[in-house]
């Protein structure tokens, strides 16, 4: 018979940065070094997010 996850158990999702299994000490990531290298490349500005320009910042 197969184990049961818990009922408020998260499905389980693939690290982000390598693709293996992650853990929870680590979630997200599998690692603290995957959690690093996701953290440099905030830092360093490889990842960005997209500004939309509103309307009322057009008409200033």
């Known amino acids: ?3 049961r996850k818990p009922a408020g158990a998260r499905p389980e999702k ?14 997200p990531f ?3 070094r995957c959690r690093d290298v996701d953290l440099n490349r905030w830092l360093s500005g490889s990842y ?4 939309s320009r ?3 910042e057009d008409a200033e």
């Open 1 to 3: 018979m197969p184990a």
């Open 48 to 51: 960005v997010i997209p500004v």
């Open 30 to 32: 599998c690692s603290e």
């Open 14 to 27: 693939p690290c982000p940065i390598c693709g293996k299994p992650s853990v929870e000490a680590s979630r």
């Open 54 to 56: 509103s309307d009322d």
